[in-house]
């Protein structure tokens, strides 16, 4: 029964440890966190063997919705490199797109070049 009286306390303390690091967060730094990880799932999502150009589209596009959030909170500097990164995310989906477009098909009429409709914010200007 000791053993479990011990695991209870440890877990008890680690749930304190965990509550007080939370604490501590700022909620920018967990969304910055979270931009870079989409960042770096929506480009996997465009090239390889996991594609999944309806996936990487999700990830610009909700990228490109913090973006004025996070440029509020974060150095501009920082807001600068995420924004890159979008872009290129951007370039590399319209990429994609094209490539997956061009690829030979059964019937010639289904190639077409990427409209803009395709490209995830390519109808906007920042």
Do not use: Y
């Not at 695991?7 to 680690?14: A, G, Q």
């Not at 990880?37 to 919705?65: H, K, N, S």
């Not at 974060?74 to 600068?80: P, R």
């Not at 990427?114 to 995830?120: F, G």
Request: charged fraction near 30%.
């Amino acid at each position: 029964m000791a053993a479990d009286e011990e695991k209870r306390v440890s877990d008890e303390v680690s749930a304190e440890e965990l509550a007080e690091q939370l604490r501590k967060i700022k909620v920018s730094d967990l969304v910055v966190q979270h931009a870079v990880g989409l960042i770096q799932l929506g480009f996997i999502r465009i090239a390889g063997e996991q594609r999944d150009l309806d996936q990487a589209r999700l990830a610009i596009d909700t990228l490109r919705a913090l973006e004025p959030i996070l440029r509020e909170q974060v150095s501009s500097e920082l807001a600068d490199e995420l924004q890159g990164a979008v872009t290129n995310m951007q370039l590399a989906f319209a990429d994609a797109v094209s490539e997956k477009k061009t690829e030979p098909a059964a019937d010639a009429a289904e190639v077409a070049e990427p409209s803009e409709a395709d490209v995830p914010g390519s109808s906007d200007e920042h």
